[in-house]
């Protein structure tokens, strides 16, 4: 069953959407993350343009997480104080990021921006989380128990100025690295379509010590407003925003989160990592053979805009 998206000007089979959104869906509620950056080179690689894959996937994102934010916050599991500041910061990331975007549309170089920020960027996380889930499943083998960082263990970023007191994450640190992490996540996020989930977590945790209880919560706090402003700006200024590509991803991915999730109690933490390290490294792999080999087609016609 074909249907035609209107903003990407392709048709597509319905039940390729719907299984590509389940498939990374699962994986979201396997590994406890948005899925974004799984999703938007899956597009990419199925044909979909670049810019409407970033857009539309923005959309996918704010649903996907905003059931799970809900679920924390009705357990107590926000820090909404340390979620402000996430959020303000974020959405001032994520005008800077439309601008770039659009920027890069209108002079052509989007797709090689795209291409050269997911190698950079998931071949970096990707390495630095195999690494840690290896060394963690051999300590383990050989009877060593790794002991987690405390919250109240503190780094150098502690003693920066302009602190602030978080009471329900138990942190008085400066609010400096805390704005930089958002504004950076709101940047890459509205760039590359992606959630920053899978950054954003491990930079509260080993950054800024934020307790395990409020993590996860937060991050998804911070996300579903980060990704909604982004949807809206993308909307309004690049109208890369395919609304029924965005449905049909979304409803595949709200059925497969819950499988997902129910997979992923009979693998231990270390296991989850390890898998998905090489997941993310499989998809920079992916983007690092789009740069280096010659395309199947060297030609294309397109409407170049802003010359």
């Known amino acids: 069953m074909q249907v035609y998206l209107p903003i990407a000007e392709l048709s597509v089979n319905l039940f390729f959407l719907v299984g590509i959104g ?10 406890g993350i948005g899925g974004g950056f799984l999703l938007t080179p899956l597009l990419i690689f199925s044909g979909v ?11 996918q994102v704010v649903a996907a997480s905003t059931s799970g934010a809900l679920s924390h916050y009705r357990r107590g599991g926000i820090d909404l104080h ?36 997911y190698l950079v960027l998931l071949g970096f996380v990707g390495v630095l989380m195999l690494n840690e889930s290896v060394r963690s499943i051999l300590k383990r083998r050989q009877g060593v128990v790794v002991r987690e960082r405390q919250a109240n263990q503190h780094n150098w970023m502690h003693g920066l100025p302009w602190r602030v007191r978080f009471k329900k994450s138990r942190l008085y640190i400066s609010v400096l690295p805390v ?4 504004v950076f996540i709101g940047f890459v996020g509205a760039l590359l ?29 911070q996300v ?21 590509l965005a449905f049909c991803l979304m409803v595949g991915g709200t059925a497969g989160a819950q499988f997902g999730a129910s997979a992923g109690k009979y693998l231990r933490g270390e296991q989850l ?35």
């Open 179 to 182: 704005l930089t992490i958002g």
């Open 82 to 117: 340390l979620a402000l500041y996430l959020v303000v910061s974020g959405i001032i990331g994520a005008f800077g990021g439309v601008a770039a975007f659009d920027l890069l549309r209108r002079s052509g170089q989007l797709d090689l921006v795209i291409s050269l920020g």
């Open 193 to 221: 379509g992606i959630g920053g989930g899978f950054i954003m977590v491990p930079a509260l945790v080993y950054l800024l010590r934020v307790p395990g209880n409020v993590v996860i919560g937060t991050s998804l706090a």
């Open 49 to 59: 343009p670049s810019p409407v894959a970033v857009a539309s996937v923005t959309g």
């Open 273 to 307: 990592r390890g898998l998905l390290a090489l997941l993310v490294l499989a998809v920079a792999i992916r983007f690092g053979l789009t740069l280096v080999l010659p395309p199947g087609d060297p030609f294309s016609m397109a409407v170049m805009g802003g010359l």
């Open 22 to 31: 389940g498939a990374v869906g699962f994986l979201s509620g396997l590994f």
């Open 224 to 244: 579903v407003a980060m990704m909604s402003a982004t949807t809206i700006l993308h909307a309004v200024q690049s109208q890369s925003v395919d609304i029924l």
